[in-house]
């Protein structure tokens, strides 16, 4: 079914509509209306996007315009981005980043920059994070107030909260993601507040996982109110992107709470969704507790289904940390089974991952300290 006009309380994008009627040059109307095709997919309008920019694309081919081509190709990226990673959004964004210099697009170089460092950060290409970091940060620097770059300093100070969370520095990512809530708020944006709340959560969820699979007393019930938070967010908002991602959030943190009939719900119904799209880093842990609330309900069978399942999840793309949790998880889930074999072979694993994983964040740490990326500008918070 077509999607309709949405009734989202976005602030940008009315903005963003006001700026459409505004406008004199059919260029100038063009470049917002495919910024706005961006803003829609991220709100979850996918199909509503896609029109736009296949309108965009049409008038794209009559008249030549670098800025037109540049905001067209930052668009699909971000479509590629929260639709099929297969369709290349990092070569669509550096194609963006590149034709906006070439066309003096400040705002939009340095938001095609930061976008590209979330992608690194997706990917765990630490290099490639610091480097994107960087040059968005050196076009939206600390002395340039100008009130349109609030965009870019946004995905920015995310991204780089979200590293140093991965990181283990948690205290540091505090500033940065109280920097990003204030760009965000700066720049009316509530989709990427309602994406700062979430991963904020999430990053919150996975330390706590991690204690958890490590020490199953954990407290869980402050995370489980962030998660919950989101979810009231998005409702208010009246648009999600992810809708599938913030159930299985809860469910991973249901698990931990020993609520298995619940969680493993949450599991059927969201994760099949899930795992087409962004979840090659993490499906496998998913599927690994969705294998222990079997275990942990008397369906031996069923749980060695998934197991199974989740070891053959467990590819080259899936993060070391995430890797080490599902082994940790599978081990239990073995021990359950009776396999002793299997049980050790994976405890195993478990501690080789864990011992590379608090490698990497040392990694991390270090050359976030190095990039200068330690704290962000002062001034960002005014």
Excluded at 235 to 245: E, K, T
Excluded at 257 to 266: I, S, T
Aim: net charge negative; aromatic share 6%; hydrophobic share 45%.
């Amino acid at each position: 079914m077509k999607q309709s006009v949405p009734s989202t309380r976005s602030r940008r994008l009315r903005a963003l509509d006001e700026s459409i009627r505004a406008a004199r040059d059919p260029i100038d109307a063009a470049c917002v209306r495919a910024e706005r095709a961006a803003l829609l997919v991220r709100h979850g309008f996918n199909d509503l996007a896609r029109d736009d920019l296949a309108a965009l694309h049409r008038q794209a081919f009559q008249v030549s315009s670098p800025r037109l081509s540049a905001w067209l190709q930052f668009a699909e990226g971000i479509a590629s981005y929260f639709g099929d990673l297969a369709n290349r959004p990092v070569d669509k964004l550096l194609g963006a980043a590149e034709l906006a210099a070439e066309a003096g697009e400040t705002r939009l170089q340095a938001l095609a920059q930061a976008w590209l460092a979330q992608l690194a950060y997706v990917r765990h290409d630490l290099q490639a994070l610091v480097a994107h970091a960087r040059a968005s940060q050196g076009l939206v620097g600390p002395t340039n107030h100008d009130p349109t770059h609030h965009g870019p300093r946004f995905r920015l100070a995310m991204v780089v909260g979200m590293a140093h969370d991965f990181a283990g520095a948690s205290a540091l990512a505090q500033g940065w993601y109280r920097t990003a809530h204030r760009q965000a708020t700066l720049d009316g944006d509530e989709a990427s507040l309602s994406a700062l709340l979430y991963n904020m959560a999430e990053r919150r969820a996975v330390r706590l996982r991690h204690g958890h699979l490590r020490e199953p007393e954990a407290p869980v019930s402050r995370t489980l109110i962030g998660v919950e938070s989101v979810t009231h967010y998005d409702s208010a908002m009246g648009s999600s992107a992810w809708a599938d991602l913030t159930p299985l959030l809860r469910a991973q943190l249901l698990v931990a709470q020993g609520q298995y009939a619940e969680a493993r719900e949450l599991f059927v119904q969201h994760l099949p969704n899930a795992l087409g799209y962004i979840l090659a880093q993490h499906g496998a842990g998913m599927i690994a507790d969705l294998a222990w609330c079997c275990a942990s309900q008397d369906e031996p069978e069923q749980a060695r289904n998934h197991a199974g399942r989740a070891v053959a999840q467990l590819g080259e793309r899936c993060d070391i940390d995430d890797r080490a949790a599902t082994h940790t998880r599978l081990a239990q889930i073995f021990g359950r089974l009776g396999d002793t074999a299997l049980q050790g072979e994976h405890a195993q694993c478990a501690a080789d991952c864990w011992a590379e994983f608090e490698r990497q964040q040392g990694e991390w740490r270090d050359a976030l300290v190095a990039a200068a990326l330690e704290q962000p500008p002062a001034d960002w918070l005014a």
